[in-house]
C-alpha cells in the first residue's frame, strides 16, 4: 500500500530552536509538498520539491526551509522555531505530470507545539 | 488568481440525512476539481475527482459533478452514516500546486 510517513506524531519545542520536520514516501513519487493546516485557515502550502534538490517556494515559505537530497525524504527545517509556528504540519507526495496535476498522498502530520 | 470556496460548517446532521457541501471556484484554465477527507487523527485522502466539465465524480457513495456554468463542484451523499464524520477540503489543480478550500467539518449524530 501507498503510504507517507512523517517521523513524528507530536512535537514540542522551545522558541528559538532549530526544528526538522522529516517525511519519506515509498512510491517513487517526483513531487513532495509541505503544508501547515491552521483551523480557519485550511491548508497553506509551505514548499514543494518537483525533483531531487529543487524547490519551490509555495504561499507561506517565511521562516522555514526545505531539504531534498533523495527522492523519497523530503524535510521541513524551521531555522528558528517561534509561537506562530505551532500547527498541524502535513507532508504529501504525488507522482509525475506536474505539481498540479495529480492526486496527492498525504502522511498522518506532526502536531508542532512551539513554547 | 485561483481560488476555492466551500461552505463553512461546522455541519451537523443525523444519520441517513442527505448531505451536500457547497464549493465554488475561480480559475484560468481547465482545472481538475477534487474532493479530499481528512478523519480524525489522520492526514487527507483523496475521495473524488474529476478531470473536465459534466464529469461526475464518485466513490463511497459520495458524488460531485463539474459544473463549468455554475463554476461549482458540490459534493452530496444521499444517506450519510457516522462513519462519515470528518472534514472535507474541495480543491483545484493549479498549473503547479494543488489549491484547498478552508474546509468543511461534517458532524454525523447517530
Known amino acids: 500500500d501507498v503510504k507517507v510517513t512523517q517521523s513524528s506524531r507530536y512535537l514540542v519545542k522551545r522558541t528559538g530552536e532549530k526544528v526538522f520536520l522529516e517525511c519519506v514516501q515509498d512510491?517513487?513519487?517526483?513531487?513532495m509538498f509541505w503544508y501547515r493546516q491552521d483551523p480557519g485557515l485550511g491548508l497553506r502550502l509551505i514548499y514543494f520539491?518537483?525533483?531531487?534538490?529543487?524547490?519551490e517556494k509555495g504561499d507561506i515559505p517565511e521562516g522555514y526551509s526545505v531539504s531534498r537530497e533523495k527522492k523519497e525524504r523530503f524535510s521541513l527545517i524551521l531555522e528558528s522555531a517561534s509561537t506562530n509556528q505551532t500547527s498541524m504540519y502535513l507532508c504529501a507526495s504525488s507522482p509525475n505530470g506536474g505539481p498540479g496535476s495529480g492526486k496527492l498522498f498525504f502522511g498522518s502530520g506532526t502536531q508542532l507545539s512551539v513554547l | 488568481g485561483n481560488s476555492v470556496t466551500q461552505m463553512e460548517g461546522p455541519v451537523t446532521l443525523s444519520e441517513e440525512a442527505f448531505l451536500t457541501i457547497n464549493c465554488t471556484y475561480t480559475?484560468?484554465?481547465?482545472?481538475?476539481l477534487f474532493w479530499y477527507v481528512q478523519y480524525p487523527g489522520e492526514g487527507l485522502q483523496l475521495l473524488l475527482k474529476a478531470t473536465k466539465a459534466d464529469d461526475k465524480g464518485s466513490n463511497k457513495g459520495f458524488e460531485a459533478t463539474y459544473r463549468k456554468e455554475t463554476t461549482s463542484f458540490h459534493l452530496e451523499k444521499g444517506s450519510v452514516q457516522v462513519s462519515d464524520s470528518a472534514v472535507y477540503f474541495c480543491?483545484?489543480?493549479?498549473?503547479?500546486?494543488?489549491?484547498f478550500g478552508k474546509g468543511t467539518r461534517l458532524h454525523i449524530l447517530p
Open positions: 520539491s518537483y525533483d531531487v534538490k529543487m524547490k
Open positions: 480543491a483545484l489543480s493549479g498549473s503547479d500546486k494543488i489549491i
Open positions: 480559475a484560468t484554465g481547465y482545472p481538475s
Open positions: 512510491m517513487d513519487h517526483e513531487n
